[in-house]
């Protein structure tokens, strides 16, 4: 009777477990998408811009590369199917825009980023954001310090682990520290996804 009721303890174990995953996977998959890409470009860009979107599939090994890159890499469930959009003015290529989604203690975050053509940043936007800490003044004194970083730069902000901020983010950030730490993890996952799934497409706009 005991062995039976310890069986059926785990079987309800696994069986939560099995929806957790799948739920968190759904979620990501729902919120890992730029949820209005004309919006974003005038937040971002502020212009008459045109854009395209490119599809790529993200995979274990994109996450392992990742990995190869930075102290940290994208969660499991974000081995799928991702949207990169390329902005264009005058007919010439302008920049990208793309969405990320970050679990916090206060529930999921979704940022908006805009991305240079070197692939630095321009700057990002809360689509999604339940914490109070995530108001304009806030995104603006971020936006002031990671604009046109690139990935080596932003980890310069961070501990070597990827924990924490250095000595310079916490003179950075000095008033947001945990949102800004978030942030900044963000930041360098879309950079590096961005270059390695995106490759092929990327070296294809920069010889046309």
Not at 94 to 120: M, P, T
Not at 182 to 199: C, F, G, P, Q
Request: glycine letters at 4%.
């Amino acid at each position: 009777m005991v062995d039976v009721m310890k069986k059926n303890k785990i079987y309800v174990l696994v069986l939560l477990l099995t929806v957790e995953f799948f739920t968190l996977s759904s979620a990501y998959a729902a919120f890992c998408s730029l949820r209005d890409p004309v919006s974003a470009i005038q937040i971002l860009y502020q212009g008459d811009y045109q854009y395209r979107s490119m599809v790529a599939t993200v995979t274990e090994q994109d996450r392992l590369a990742v990995k190869d890159k930075l102290p940290f890499t994208i969660h499991q469930s974000e081995v799928s199917k991702h949207t990169l959009y390329v902005l264009y003015k005058d007919g010439k290529h302008a920049g990208f825009l793309q969405a990320r989604s970050e679990w916090a203690k206060w529930g999921l975050v979704e940022i908006a980023w805009g991305i240079n053509i070197d692939r630095s940043l321009k700057s990002f936007y809360f689509q999604r954001c339940r914490s109070p800490e995530c108001n304009d003044t806030v995104v603006q004194s971020i936006n002031k310090q990671v604009h046109n970083k690139n990935i080596e730069e932003l980890k310069l902000l961070l501990s070597t682990d990827g924990e924490a901020l250095s000595e310079t983010g916490e003179r950075a950030f000095s008033t947001s520290p945990v949102l800004a730490l978030l942030v900044l993890r963000s930041a360098l996952k879309t950079l590096a996804i961005t270059d390695i799934s995106w490759e092929k497409d990327i070296k294809k706009l920069e010889s046309s």
